[in-house]
């Protein structure tokens, strides 16, 4: 793999890159777990495209045939294939459940957060389509820029094992940008070069292969994200600084998974639907409100009445978020795509931190009594702000001030507390994967055991018949989670096919035509043209009566060497100075033009939708509407006279100008020849 080697031949005048300029990805044959994980993730897609392939063949049969039989036989391998498609499923959602290897290996006592895990890829070979395209294209010899596409197919080779830190982002950003002048290089949406991406689903394994480079970056969009949730995973959650980074992650996922919705709309992969996505940002911006709520609780909670009341109203407002995220999963499109265990830990974590609400506010309402010092107007307010409607009527002040009013409420929180305890077990014993996580289970049964205690110490005989249902908290959080926007303005990224000159002009939008060498000699000291624009320059205000013109120069040509020397990063100074220096003898510059869109039409008066007119169809039109008859329509030609029909296209109506015309356009240029500011030559 190349590292820190820039493409050579691009002379003095192309800036170099930074040594650290090309990155290396991780080693894909190390045995860590992360990687032991997409290995076999990789190996599950490959078992998925076979057995695709073999129902793909089974269903082929049984359209094709009638055979009894063979519909039996076919019938029968397609109920084994789906079998195996099945069982490949639930361990492809099984890699994805397994959230305990992207945990940091020192954390003990918080709940796993849940990471994407990278989308697959196959290896693309872009040698040949990119040489025969700069062949095509751009009139070079495409061997001359081996060392730029090898650079190229190393990068993305890199991309393919990015490493799990700051360091991998940068590296999937770097190929992301450098996607973008790939794009503009060499694919455009009129023509396909040969360049197949095939990326497979994150969840379900179904491969996905398009020649639209728009695979290629959404995919790499997503990698970036899924990076991100896994930096965050990794952070360390027992200290403030790794918590604040891993907050910093999970909006970060949310902002580039936002993008990659509302840039990419169309992905085949469902992975990438806007409906999986939206269901993806929910679930980031969740987890990033989970370790706001761990941050606080980091320095300790006080047994304060204030300090409780706080801790409810976050604990409420990260049961609501993943609520929202639930509700989101639940949905008929994503129910069957989403890994089942994904949604058992949301309904877990989004009962487990209601219960952590309730218990924070019967703790506040049973132990901390109001006493004549305390602050009466600051407390009464405070639990007017928890409440969204008081309880049976009753006013704040009523319940700071009645110990039984105080006791019944507190109960009632600490009542709803264990059912939503229990709630959050039951559903995580109704997962297989999940139950192998001993210390979910740990944390659900202590605090199920900690409200159990709590009820059993102000539990009384006639609570049955005072019994009543736990108001609802209003959640709140001094920090909401929000997701940080995706912006690629701070990357500095250098093109690695910057040779073949600026982007404005030499891109894959503009049809130019072959390199043509033009021998320019001066005549009393003037070439008979001046030059303008940036880079490169270009022919302005040509004399049509000198020589330049008469050995081939016209009007907006662009100079790309002098002499040999590339020139398609030189300005109009650098290029006027270099002409200024020919002898007598004179100067052979080579130069290249932006063929017209509409002269790549058919000259012919046969028009079609997608098709601007030419000038022999706009000549029609003036005349019928002229003459006022109605157009008629040329019957369809057989299949047979297909040949006739081509001959008589091949022999239409071609616009050809005028000489009268021609000859006042010449004037018209040879007046302003000499009056432009730029510098004559």
């Known amino acids: 793999m190349t590292d820190a080697v820039f493409p050579n031949g691009g002379g003095s005048d192309l800036p170099l890159p930074d040594l650290d300029y090309f990155k290396k990805g991780c080693n894909p044959l190390a045995q860590t777990g992360r990687s032991k994980l997409q290995n076999q993730r990789a190996t599950l897609n490959q078992q998925i495209i076979k057995e695709m392939r073999l129902r793909a063949g089974a269903e082929n049969l049984l359209r094709a045939t009638s055979n009894h039989k063979i519909r039996e036989m076919a019938t029968l391998e397609l109920s084994y294939v789906n079998s195996n498609l099945q069982l490949l499923k639930e361990e492809l959602e099984g890699l994805n459940s397994s959230v305990e290897v992207y945990q940091n290996v020192e954390e003990v006592a918080a709940i796993p957060l849940i990471p994407l895990g990278l989308k697959e890829t196959k290896e693309v070979d872009f040698t040949v389509p990119f040489k025969d395209f700069i062949l095509e294209h751009y009139g070079e010899d495409g061997s001359v820029y081996d ?104 909006q970060k996922a949310a902002g580039v998974l936002s993008h990659l919705k509302e840039t990419f709309t169309h992905t085949p992969s469902y992975d990438m639907s806007p409906a999986m996505l939206s269901v993806l940002v929910k679930m980031m911006i969740a987890q990033a409100q989970e370790s706001v709520y761990e941050k606080i609780c980091l ?24 609520k929202i995220v639930l509700s989101s999963m639940n949905q008929t499109p994503i129910k069957e795509n989403i890994p089942a265990s994904w949604a058992a830990m949301v309904q877990v974590k989004a009962e487990h931190y209601k219960a952590l609400a309730h218990y924070f506010m019967a703790v506040a309402l049973l132990d901390r009594q109001l006493t004549p010092a305390d602050d009466e107007d600051k407390q009464e307010k405070a639990l007017s702000q928890v409440y969204d409607t008081i309880p049976d009527g009753l006013l704040p002040v009523m319940i700071l001030k009645t110990i039984n009013h105080r006791s019944r409420i507190g109960k009632a929180h600490l009542h709803k507390a264990i059912i939503c305890h229990e709630e959050a077990i039951r559903a995580l014993s109704l997962c297989r994967n999940l139950r192998r996580l001993d210390i979910v289970q740990e944390i659900l049964s202590v605090a199920h055991k900690r409200s159990l205690n709590k009820y059993a110490m102000y539990e009384t005989e006639d609570d049955f018949v005072s019994y009543m249902d736990a108001p609802e908290l209003v959640s709140y959080s001094e920090q909401n989670a929000e997701m940080v926007p995706f912006h690629l303005s701070k990357v500095k990224v250098i093109d690695f096919f910057q040779r073949l000159g600026p982007l404005s002009v030499f891109c894959a939008k503009n049809r130019l035509t072959a390199p043509r060498t033009v021998h320019v000699v001066p005549e009393n000291g003037d070439l008979g043209f001046t030059l303008r624009g940036g880079m490169p320059a270009q022919v302005n205000c040509l004399d049509p009566l000198c020589a330049a013109a008469n050995a081939g120069l016209r009007e907006g040509d662009y100079i790309v060497s002098v002499e040999q020397t590339d020139c398609k990063w030189l300005g109009v100074t650098e290029v006027t100075n270099m002409l200024k220096a020919m002898d007598e003898t004179g100067v052979i510059i080579q130069v290249v033009n932006v063929q017209d869109p509409s002269y790549m039409t058919s000259k012919s008066a046969t028009y079609s939708g997608a098709m601007q007119k030419t000038y022999s169809m706009i000549c029609l039109d003036v005349n019928d509407d002229s ?15 297909w040949g006739v029909k081509k ?33 004559v030559l």
């Open 627 to 641: 003459d006022g008859k109605a157009k008629t329509v040329s019957k369809k030609l057989s299949f047979l006279s």
């Open 647 to 679: 001959r008589q296209k091949a022999t239409s109506t071609i616009s050809i100008p005028s000489a009268i015309a021609s000859s006042s356009h010449a004037e018209t240029r040879l007046s302003a020849a000499f009056s432009n500011d730029s510098s």
């Open 299 to 322: 320095p300790g909670i006080c047994n304060e009445y204030f300090s409780l009341l706080k801790m409810a109203q976050e604990s409420a407002k990260v049961s609501e978020v993943y």
């Open 147 to 250: 060392s730029e596409i090898a650079d190229f197919m190393d990068l993305r080779q890199a991309c393919r094992t990015p490493s799990r830190n700051e360091a991998g982002i940068a590296l999937l950003v770097n190929y992301f940008s450098q996607l973008s002048f790939t794009e503009a290089r060499f694919f455009t949406p009129s023509k396909q070069i040969g360049v197949y991406f095939t990326w497979y689903d994150c969840f379900t394994g179904v491969p996905v292969c398009q020649q639209n480079i728009s695979l290629e970056k959404a995919s790499i969009l997503f990698n970036i994200a899924a990076i991100y949730t896994q930096i965050g995973t990794r952070c360390d959650r027992q200290s403030v600084s790794g918590l604040g980074n891993c907050i910093d992650s999970f």
